[in-house]
Structures are given as C-alpha cells and as structure tokens.
Nanobody, 119 residues
Framework: QVQLVESGGGSGPTGGSLRLSCVGS???????????LGWVRQAPGKEQEFVGI????????HYADSVLGRFTVTLDNAKNTVYLQMGNLVPEDTAVYRC?????????WGQGTQVTVSS
C-alpha cells in the first residue's frame, strides 16, 4: 500500500500563488516503481477534474487546458514529495485537491486539501 498526505492548502487572492505538497509515507513517490504522479480537484457539486500528471517514463508532465501555463507538477525524489505549484490563481481554482500515485497499475490517493481563491 502507498500512503499519500497532502498539505499546503489554504486561501489566496486572485492572481496569487500557492504550492501544494504530497508526501509519501514510504519512499513513494520517489520510488522507482512509481509510474506517474499527479493531481485532481473537485469543487462542491462538480465532478472530479484532472489537473496534471508527471509521467516518469516520459520525464514529462501533462496538464488540463484549464491550468496549462499556470500550474506545474514537480517531483523531489530526495524528499519523497510531489508538488503542485499554482500561479495566477482564479476563483474557479477553488476546490479540494488530491494527489495520486500510480504503481503497478494501481492508483493510490491522498486525503485531499482545500484550496480557496477569493475574488
């Protein structure tokens, strides 16, 4: 089992920035057995939305159009942590954000952290 815990959620103004962290309780996401690391989000009354993913085999990240150019997914293997750097925030970014890690065709999830962007 892979255990993931998010942190860094909170509130910020439109145009500001926030950074979310997701720390594995094991060597994940730094373990070489991890295939992909990423983030999703869900606002109340809305469906879950893909945000971004980092695929280690490609050494590249992919993003939803809604966050492309504003959000960045990065990985720090030494700290066993994956980050979501969020910039140029807009109120539509308000949601619960969850990180995930894919290992051996299984997706593991963090518990979620709230992000609120004020108008």
């Amino acid at each position: 089992q892979v255990q993931l815990v998010e942190s860094g959620g909170g509130s910020g103004p439109t145009g500001g920035s926030l950074r979310l962290s997701c720390v594995g309780s094991t060597r994940t996401p730094g373990n070489k057995g991890i295939d992909s690391l990423g983030w999703v989000r869900q606002a109340p009354g809305k469906e879950q939305e893909f945000v971004g993913i980092f695929k280690r085999a490609e050494n590249a990240a992919h993003y939803a159009d809604s966050v492309l150019g504003r959000f960045t997914v990065t990985l720090d293997n030494a700290k066993n942590t994956v980050y979501l750097q969020m910039g140029n925030l807009v109120p539509e970014d308000t949601a619960v954000y969850r990180c995930f890690a894919d290992q051996n065709a299984i997706r593991y999830w963090g518990q979620g952290t709230q992000v609120t962007v004020s108008s």
